[in-house]
């Protein structure tokens, strides 16, 4: 049977970041999105659809706005217990309190738990999608995989490999890297709404030889994304330096294993020399900015401009992000532009945690606007869900002054539905 649900209807036409924000998104005040088996079938004004759908399930969310489910694109399952932990940057935070929680994934009955967990305090926060690592161990694979699969949810995970600089019950080797990678690649990519993602953590902790291997497992497997970090901090990026003092710089240690294309995704990416940026170009990749993250493990100030030639994603990066919400990190993205004398108009925040991450994971055919023949993923969100937010949309006079406020100060209290795969999501028992 056939759904109409009634509300405020944001979608895109275009890319904000190359056409004007009031031009390339539009919210429908009166809208309806007809949605049947698992896909979007229509959408417009509800005194056009309503009549012509008579026999649809109506859902009226009043001035609720219905958008497309938010797409958090670079983010650690593993580390959800570990979100806020105080006091560290990115070196010390690892060894501190990343490794030690990793470490406990070898054990299939935690990894699912926790992988519930996510799941389920993601939905709660208007997430319908996620790329996550994992940790070194395939039960954390096929974990996540298993509680997205039971929710209909699509994403992308892949096992994090390791084989340097991390205590040995967290190593692998290039060869077990490889092996292990490539049987959950073929056990579970394309699985119903499912995709792995080749997952070298970042170069620190991979040989040379590490970085070859996966490289290799890419060039088998070309439609599969390759996620993994760049340049977050300048500790960091001289760590680089001298493990790899043959490489021109950090980009060029993936680029010389195979591991820089089009498909390839590269969180953080804050401190860019221009050769990195110029070849990043060049190769389609994808930057994944993590605004909470950046700000709380003291990274850096990401450069906004780099959205309008590069895909960009935006992310939580849970558990170095700060919080689970992507109004959160369209808050900490606006107050780092503003930082840096960028400033975001509303438009492009909200299409950065929704098409704008679509596009980074190469799925905006599938996810990430309301469009017909569109996967049924949204979100709908209460505009007024504090007191807060309701004295300060009251002076409001367009829609995206009304939507601001909640972009700025909202969180999971302003989470009133979620549909996955056309269905609503109810949230199962703790
Ligand atoms: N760089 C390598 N691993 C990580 C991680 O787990 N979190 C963050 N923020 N940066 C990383
Ligand atoms: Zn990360």
Same mark, same amino acid.
């Given at each position: 049977?056939?759904?109409?649900?009634?509300?405020?209807?944001?979608?895109?036409?275009?890319?904000?970041?190359?056409?004007?924000?009031?031009?390339?998104?539009?919210?429908?005040?009166?809208?309806?999105?007809?949605?049947?088996?698992?896909?979007?079938?229509?959408?417009?004004?509800? &005194?056009?659809?309503?009549?012509?759908?008579?026999?649809?399930?109506?859902?009226?969310?009043?001035?609720?706005?219905?958008?497309?489910?938010?797409?958090?694109?670079?983010?650690?399952?593993?580390?959800?217990?570990?979100? $806020?932990?105080?006091?560290?940057?990115?070196?010390?935070?690892?060894?501190?309190?990343?490794?030690?929680?990793?470490?406990?994934?070898?054990?299939?009955?935690?990894?699912?738990?926790?992988?519930?967990?996510?799941?389920?305090?993601?939905?709660?926060?208007?997430?319908?999608?996620?790329?996550?690592?994992?940790?070194?161990?395939?039960?954390? &694979?096929?974990?996540?995989?298993?509680?997205?699969?039971?929710?209909?949810?699509?994403?992308?995970?892949?096992?994090?490999?390791?084989?340097?600089?991390?205590?040995?019950?967290?190593?692998?080797?290039?060869? /077990?890297?490889?092996?292990?990678?490539?049987?959950?690649?073929?056990?579970?990519?394309?699985?119903?709404?499912?995709?792995?993602?080749?997952?070298?953590?970042?170069?620190?902790?991979?040989?040379?030889?590490?970085?070859?291997?996966?490289?290799?497992?890419?060039?088998?497997?070309?439609?599969?994304?390759?996620?993994?970090?760049?340049?977050?901090?300048?500790?960091?990026?001289?760590? &680089?330096?001298?493990?790899?003092?043959?490489?021109?710089?950090?980009?060029?240690?993936?680029?010389?294993?195979?591991?820089?294309?089009?498909?390839?995704?590269?969180?953080?990416?804050?401190?860019?020399?221009?050769?990195?940026?110029?070849?990043?170009?060049?190769?389609?990749? /994808?930057?994944?900015?993590?605004?909470?993250?950046?700000?709380?493990?003291? /990274?850096?100030?990401?450069?906004?401009?780099?959205?309008?030639?590069?895909?960009?994603?935006?992310?939580?990066?849970?558990?170095?992000?700060?919080?689970?919400?992507?109004?959160?990190?369209?808050?900490?993205?606006?107050?780092?532009?503003?930082?840096?004398?960028?400033?975001?108009?509303?438009?492009?925040?909200?299409?950065?945690?929704?098409?704008?991450?679509?596009? $980074?994971?190469? $799925?905006?055919?599938?996810?990430?606007?309301?469009?017909?023949?569109?996967? $049924?993923?949204?979100?709908?969100?209460?505009?007024? /869900?504090?007191?807060?937010?309701?004295?300060?949309?009251?002076?409001?006079?367009?829609?995206?002054?009304?939507?601001?406020?909640?972009?700025?100060?909202?969180?999971?209290?302003?989470?009133?539905?979620?549909? &996955?795969?056309?269905?609503?999501?109810?949230?199962?028992?703790?």
């Amino acid at each position: 049977m056939p759904h109409l649900l009634l509300g405020q209807v944001l979608s895109f036409h275009a890319n904000p970041f190359h056409t004007d924000p009031l031009q390339a998104a539009h919210i429908e005040t009166h809208g309806a999105v007809l949605i049947d088996q698992g896909r979007i079938l229509a959408t417009g004004p509800a &005194v056009q659809l309503r009549p012509q759908h008579p026999q649809a399930t109506v859902h009226d969310y009043g001035q609720a706005l219905i958008s497309p489910g938010f797409i958090d694109a670079h983010v650690h399952y593993p580390q959800t217990p570990i979100i $806020a932990s105080w006091g560290k940057r990115l070196i010390d935070w690892l060894n501190t309190y990343t490794f030690p929680q990793e470490a406990r994934f070898h054990d299939p009955n935690y990894a699912l738990d926790i992988a519930n967990r996510y799941c389920d305090l993601t939905l709660a926060h208007g997430t319908t999608s996620f790329c996550t690592y994992t940790t070194i161990h395939p039960t954390s &694979v096929d974990a996540i995989f298993t509680a997205a699969q039971t929710r209909r949810q699509r994403i992308w995970a892949g096992k994090t490999c390791m084989d340097r600089n991390a205590p040995d019950n967290l190593l692998d080797t290039p060869k /077990s890297a490889y092996d292990d990678s490539k049987a959950l690649l073929q056990k579970w990519h394309a699985q119903d709404r499912l995709s792995y993602v080749i997952t070298p953590r970042f170069s620190p902790t991979s040989t040379p030889e590490q970085l070859h291997a996966l490289g290799s497992l890419w060039r088998e497997y070309p439609d599969c994304l390759m996620q993994t970090h760049l340049s977050e901090q300048l500790d960091e990026i001289a760590w &680089v330096k001298d493990l790899f003092p043959q490489s021109r710089d950090y980009l060029d240690t993936y680029e010389a294993q195979g591991l820089l294309g089009e498909r390839a995704l590269y969180g953080h990416s804050i401190h860019l020399t221009p050769r990195e940026i110029a070849r990043l170009t060049e190769a389609g990749a /994808s930057l994944i900015h993590c605004p909470t993250s950046n700000a709380f493990i003291g /990274s850096g100030l990401f450069d906004m401009t780099l959205a309008k030639t590069l895909r960009t994603g935006l992310a939580t990066d849970t558990g170095g992000g700060s919080s689970f919400s992507m109004l959160r990190t369209m808050a900490a993205a606006y107050d780092i532009a503003q930082l840096r004398g960028q400033s975001l108009h509303p438009a492009q925040l909200w299409w950065l945690a929704t098409q704008g991450s679509a596009r $980074a994971l190469h $799925a905006d055919h599938q996810i990430g606007n309301i469009a017909p023949g569109m996967e $049924a993923d949204l979100t709908i969100l209460d505009l007024a /869900s504090t007191p807060a937010i309701a004295q300060a949309v009251e002076r409001a006079e367009t829609p995206w002054q009304a939507l601001f406020p909640t972009v700025m100060m909202g969180d999971d209290r302003a989470i009133r539905a979620v549909w &996955v795969g056309g269905e609503e999501h109810r949230q199962t028992a703790p």
